[in-house]
Nanobody, 115 residues
Framework: QVQLVESGGGLVQAGGSLRLSCAAS????????MGWYRQAPGKQRDMVAT???????NYAGSVKGRFTISRDNAKNTVYLQMNSLKPEDTAVYYC?????????WGQGTQVTVSS
């Protein structure tokens, strides 16, 4: 059973930085890609950044240049380095692990950016 454990969320002032981590375990041999999504109150869950099995990355326009997604295959872990944070980045951030036939989600971690 695939499990995703997230950490690194918290409260930070505008302009600050946070680093989110997501460790995957259990039945991950066919993992194709991982990513980070976020959902603010009253809004849909949107893609923030993804990284494929080949190492290609993709970012939402609102975070490009500020956020960086990376992976450590040996540790089965994906990271999201968030710099120059803005109040509009406030949301629950979810880690996603994408397999050929299904996607698994982490429990979510709250990121709050104060102005």
């Amino acid at each position: 059973q695939v499990q995703l454990v997230e950490s690194g969320g918290g409260l930070v002032q505008a302009g600050g930085s946070l680093r989110l981590s997501c460790a995957a375990s259990g039945g991950i041999g066919s993992l194709n890609a991982m990513g980070w999504y976020r959902q603010a109150p009253g809004k849909q869950r949107d893609m923030v950044a993804t990284i494929t099995r080949g190492g290609s990355t993709n970012y939402a326009g609102s975070v490009k240049g500020r956020f960086t997604i990376s992976r450590d295959n040996a540790k089965n872990t994906v990271y999201l380095q968030m710099n120059s944070l803005k109040p509009e980045d406030t949301a629950v951030y979810y880690c996603a692990a994408m397999f050929p036939f299904s996607t698994y989600w982490g429990q979510g971690t709250q990121v709050t950016v104060s102005s």
